[in-house]
């Protein structure tokens, strides 16, 4: 059995059956079945798919929020937020998806020419987060039907009420059984999915060891697969910046899902001049946030999504203090029933040593002080990591070095990242491969063919 827990009371939700092996046998036999016909379904039926997605998530937001709320713990404001965003995403595909599956036509010369075809390649399996549990999956939903493929989701065992609810929103919007199917299985079986000839192809988001382990599985067995890992992204912050704005946002950017966000900057880089004063109204802030019931719109962030996840984050700051950081304040375990822990900041870490490479994946700050701009990109780089970067100047100079200079999938300048449906998402180095969202994510798992045409 899979038991869900709230992570605000510690309350056991409910409990779901693991599938047996038979019955994800069947449920790939149905994927197989389902593509077969998905595939030559008119894109004009696809698209509508997609409307009727947006419209029924922006009907049901309350119901889809409160419950992600209940299993992972992120406040109802943000929760809703998170369900418009997939609402916008579906919308945005099913309006202007159809040019980008249009054929490329190429001059071979002599009269003749070739054209490259996207036609789909069958069911794919993503393997999913709890942060985002709506959003992580609906950015790889919403191409997966509009290219003409079927999708298999591995949900994290924490929210499978959400993934149960994303099941049905499919079914009751008109798509075909089989088209989009939750598996109710731990991560063992995971590796004979990939393996199986039914599966063509594989999605990951979650942690690097993860992602390793799903990578190496689909390279066994030649499949593509898309990677979109930890990171520990570098917020630089110089002279010429908004100071008030950029503390603003470099708040949000830790509390933001209680710091247990991908994306948000995570390593505040500041240079020497303004160092003092940004931390004098960046500390103030940060104390002031408030930790609370995630139901309540007083509540800045809500608790961590589990015991076990804050646990992991008090480890990784008693590791930091080990190897020599300093603990300004926050960063502890708060009394009473739920998850929760105090925002805090982190000095003292060694830019290039072993816990800056760590995802603090919580709403800790590390705040690093960089001699001019060189230095800020070398502590920027300093990390294995590469997913996204925010960077605070209004020096053109500077903000073309950053752009760059600094190794990210992504640059955000004078705002905090975020993603959005018409711009690629992803990241380079230890941060995975592959990108998701705009043309390029829905283009992933398509098979671009090429038709040499007479003259």
């Known amino acids: 059995m899979i038991t869900t827990v709230n992570p605000a009371t510690g309350e056991q939700l409910e409990s779901y059956p693991e599938l047996t092996t038979d019955e994800i046998g069947a449920r790939l036999d149905k994927a197989q079945a389902t593509y077969r016909e998905w595939r030559e379904t008119a894109l004009g039926e696809r698209t509508e798919l997609l409307s009727r997605l947006a419209q029924s998530y922006e009907a049901n937001k309350d119901k889809l929020a409160t419950m992600c709320v209940a299993e992972m713990g992120k406040t109802y404001a943000s929760a809703i937020a998170e369900v418009e965003k997939c609402a916008a995403l579906f919308r945005h595909l ?14 071979l010369g002599e009269g003749k020419t070739a054209e490259g075809r ?20 609906v950015r790889f939903l919403a191409p997966t039907i509009l290219a003409g493929n079927v999708a298999l989701l591995k949900h994290a065992s924490s929210v499978q009420g959400v993934a149960r609810l994303m099941e049905e929103m499919v079914i009751e919007a008109g798509g075909p059984d089989g088209l989009f199917q939750n598996l109710s299985i731990k991560s063992d079986k995971v590796n004979a999915i990939i393996a199986d000839d ?8 979650g942690s690097e060891g993860a992602g390793k382990a799903v990578a190496e599985q689909a390279g066994r067995y030649l499949k593509k697969v898309v990677l979109e890992l930890g ?5 630089i912050v110089m ?14 950017a830790r509390i933001q899902n209680t710091g247990q966000s991908c994306i948000c900057g995570k390593r505040m880089i500041v240079h020497t001049e303004i160092y003092d004063a940004f931390m004098e109204r960046f500390s103030a802030a940060m104390r002031a946030v408030k930790a609370g019931d995630p139901m309540d719109e007083a509540t800045d962030m809500g608790p961590l ?22 603990l300004e304040f926050g960063g502890e375990a708060l009394d009473g029933e739920g998850a929760y822990m105090s925002a805090g900041v982190l000095t003292g870490v060694d830019p290039g040593g072993p816990f800056a490479s760590e995802e603090l994946f919580g709403p800790v700050a590390m705040v690093f002080r960089a001699e001019d701009i060189d230095d800020a990109i070398r502590i920027a780089n300093a990390i ?3 997913l996204g970067s925010s960077v605070w100047t209004n020096d053109e100079g500077e903000r073309e070095r950053f752009i760059r200079d600094i190794e990210a999938g992504m640059t955000a300048v004078n705002q905090m990242l975020a993603s959005a449906p018409e711009a690629p998402f992803g990241g380079i180095k230890r941060s995975g491969h592959g990108r998701e969202l705009s043309r390029h994510g829905l283009h992933e798992f398509m098979n671009l063919k090429t038709v040499m045409l007479p003259a």
């Open 94 to 107: 099913a309006q202007n998806g159809p040019p980008m599956l249009e054929p490329e036509r190429w001059s």
């Open 118 to 137: 996207w036609l789909p390649q069958g069911p794919v399996l993503a393997v999913m987060p709890w942060n985002f549990p709506y959003w992580q999956v």
């Open 198 to 205: 039914r599966v063509v192809a594989v999605t990951l988001t």
């Open 231 to 235: 990171g520990s992204d570098p917020f």
């Open 239 to 252: 002279p010429s910046a908004d100071l008030d704005e950029a503390v603003a946002q470099a708040v949000k």
């Open 305 to 326: 999504s589990s015991f076990e996840q804050r646990g992991t984050v008090l480890d990784q700051l008693a590791m930091a203090q080990d190897q020599g950081a300093t």
């Open 384 to 386: 294995p990591f590469g």
